[in-house]
T-cell receptor
Framework: GQNIDQPTEMTATEGAIVQINCTYQ??????LFWYQQHAGEAPTFLSY????GLEEKGRFSSFLSRSKGYSYLLLKELQMKDSASYLC??????????FGPGTRLSVLP | DSGVTQTPKHLITATGQRVTLRCSPR?????VYWYQQSLDQGLQFLIQ???????AKGNILERFSAQQFPDLHSELNLSSLELGDSALYFC??????????????FGPGTRLTVL
């Protein structure tokens, strides 16, 4: 079956670093995506990983280990505007997208 | 602004009714995806079209159907509506619709309320 797990909620302090984990079990693997979604708004693309390793994009980095079915999103120098839900999604061999339940991040002053 | 447009923004209707949601992809994108997001279920992939043809099918109910037209806009038809169909419906588009690097861009969504 298809399953993606993420922590439900996380809290961090402004200026800090936070790591959001994602584990997955899907029917094949054809890429992993991270999206940010503010309440009531559309998801916006943050990063993708298809090969093992770290992809860095400004304050955001994403890591992938395909053998472990594991990814994380690293957010540095947290800002209040980073308070949002972070969605992990995997594209399987059937081109289906499977989204995780999302991690709600609260950034406190 | 992602460049993906969806209409209407809000829709309120009654159980048993039928509604049509519309999506226009970003200029140059050939693929359109439909998603349902409810509070208790998260983001659920419904269906994908590429250049007018169905490419992938997710958790789409038989009461729901979609199509992509020659001008690449897409419509999602929801019939025999039930209270549980109340949700945010997102459309997303991408250039190719395949491959690990093909990024999806989401529209603002249509909020459907079934009373």
């Amino acid at each position: 079956g298809q399953n993606i797990d993420q922590p439900t909620e996380m809290t961090a302090t402004e200026g800090a670093i936070v790591q959001i984990n994602c584990t997955y079990q899907t029917s094949g693997f054809n890429g992993l995506f991270w999206y940010q979604q503010h309440a009531g708004e559309a998801p916006t693309f943050l990063s993708y990983n298809v090969l093992d390793g770290l992809e860095e994009k400004g304050r955001f980095s994403s890591f992938l280990s395909r053998s472990k079915g594991y990814s994380y999103l690293l957010l540095k120098e947290l800002q209040m505007k980073d308070s949002a839900s972070y969605l992990c999604a995997v594209r399987d061999y059937g081109q289906n997208f499977v989204f995780g339940p999302g991690t709600r991040l609260s950034v406190l002053p | 602004d992602s460049g993906v447009t969806q209409t209407p923004k809000h829709l309120i209707t009654a159980t048993g009714q039928r509604v049509t949601l519309r999506c226009s992809p970003r200029s140059g994108d050939l693929s359109v995806y439909w998603y349902q997001q409810s509070l208790d279920q998260g983001l659920q992939f419904l269906i994908q079209y590429y250049n007018g043809e169905e490419r992938a099918k997710g958790n789409i109910l038989e009461r729901f159907s979609a199509q992509q037209f020659p001008d690449l806009h897409s419509e999602l038809n929801l019939s025999s509506l039930e209270l549980g169909d109340s949700a945010l419906y997102f459309c997303a588009s991408s250039v190719a619709g395949t491959g690990a690097t093909d990024t999806q861009y989401f529209g603002p969504g249509t909020r459907l309320t079934v009373l």
